[in-house]
């Protein structure tokens, strides 16, 4: 089975400290990486993803993600987090762009 | 912008009572899901619909069922409602993927629906 393994359920972090989110995915087809951003009661709004090309991919509010294929895994960082980074990120992968399978989730918390 | 909307943001209802989540969506999506969101568990899928009356079972159907009698809505009944269905529920539709040919397919979701069965 698919599966994608989300290796923090929680992160502290200070502000204005670097912070990564680790994701590794079990399949080493090809895949659409993705990661997800949950703000506290609301939906899941897409931060960036992986489709092809520069494995470095970046999204919005200043995150990053590196796909590494041969690590199968597609970290998230972010080089300074701001309190308003406090949230629940997700890491989804897709193989044929009709299926998702997601992680388990982290949980960022911003320290002030 | 993809919107997906859904009807109820809060709910409580009753055990054993019939449930009614409503999902629409503005982008004539082929595909929508329902996921069940808890603590600790992620998401896990529901069901999924790849077209109109179609659909498919996901992760965890047992106690729930769907329908899709239009491109744009996709609903999901809990037949009788139990304290153990007491979560969030996400809507979610996405493009018809083409596996690698495809160049942009992303999964958009709705604001979410918390639903507690007392």
């Known amino acids: 089975a698919q599966s994608v393994t989300q290796l923090d359920s929680q992160v502290p972090v200070f502000e204005e400290a670097p912070v990564e989110l680790r994701c590794n995915y079990s399949?080493?087809?090809?895949?659409?990486l993705f990661w997800y951003v949950q703000y506290p009661n609301q939906g899941l709004q897409l931060l960036l993803k992986?489709?092809?090309?520069?494995?470095l991919v970046k999204g919005i509010n200043g995150f990053e993600a590196e796909f590494n294929k041969s690590q199968t895994s597609f970290h998230l960082r972010k080089p300074s987090v701001h309190i308003s980074d406090t949230a629940e990120y997700f890491c989804?992968?897709?193989?044929?762009?009709?299926?998702?399978?997601f992680g388990t989730g982290t949980s960022l918390t911003v320290i002030p | 912008d993809v919107k997906v909307t859904q009807s109820s943001r809060y709910l409580v209802k009753r055990t054993g009572e019939k449930v009614f989540l409503e999902c629409v969506q503005d982008?004539?999506?082929?595909?929508m899901f329902w996921y069940r969101q808890d603590p600790g568990l992620g998401l896990r899928l529901i069901y999924f619909?790849?077209?109109?009356?179609?659909?498919e079972k996901g992760d965890i159907p047992e106690g729930y069922s769907v329908s899709r009698e239009k491109k744009e809505r996709f609903s999901l009944i809990l037949e009788s409602a139990s304290t153990n269905q007491t979560s969030m529920y996400l809507c979610?539709?996405?493009?018809?993927?083409?596996?690698?040919?495809?160049?942009?397919?992303?999964?958009?979701f709705g604001e979410g629906s918390w639903l507690t069965v007392v």
């Open positions: 982008m004539d999506h082929e595909n």
């Open positions: 619909s790849y077209d109109v009356k179609m659909k």
């Open positions: 399949s080493s087809v090809s895949v659409y």
């Open positions: 979610a539709s996405s493009p018809l993927g083409q596996g690698a040919v495809d160049s942009g397919n992303t999964i958009y």
């Open positions: 992986y489709l092809s090309g520069s494995t």
């Open positions: 989804a992968v897709s193989y044929t762009g009709n299926q998702f399978y």
